[in-house]
């Protein structure tokens, strides 16, 4: 099966802006069909769901990063995106992407497919 890949993390002040990706392990794999989300895991504490993007578009964000964080994908919906605006230092985690093929993920919901993690710190 596909596996997930995630890119873009690194270390950044606050204030400042990063944009990872994910895209699956087969190169031009497409998630047309499929819901993907963003979560991640701080430190002690346990994983949240940071956004998600149903396979028709429609996009939710959580709360702490409504108005900051932007989930995306490309055209062709083979790459999924998370650009991150105005980072706080509360926002460092290790990000991971997901994808199932239900077509959405919520809160309970247990994706079937995981990236690795990219770390994002934020001093």
């Known amino acids: 099966h596909v596996q997930l890949v995630e890119s873009g993390g690194g270390s950044v002040q606050a204030g400042g802006s990063l944009k990872l990706s994910c895209a699956g392990s087969?190169?031009?794999?497409?998630?047309?069909?499929?819901?993907m989300a963003w979560y991640r895991q701080a430190p002690g504490k346990e994983r949240e769901l940071v956004s998600s993007?149903?396979?028709?578009?429609?996009?939710t964000y959580a709360d702490s990063v409504k108005g900051r964080f932007t989930t995306s994908q490309d055209n062709a919906k083979t790459t999924l995106y998370l650009q991150m605006n105005n980072l706080k230092t509360e926002d460092t985690a290790v990000y991971f992407c997901?994808?199932?093929?239900?077509?959405?993920?919520?809160?309970?919901?247990?994706?079937?497919?995981w990236g690795q993690g990219t770390q994002v710190t934020v001093s």
């Open positions: 993007i149903r396979s028709d578009g429609d996009t």
């Open positions: 997901a994808a199932d093929e239900r077509g959405y993920i919520i809160g309970t919901t247990k994706p079937d497919y």
């Open positions: 087969i190169p031009g794999y497409s998630f047309r069909s499929y819901g």
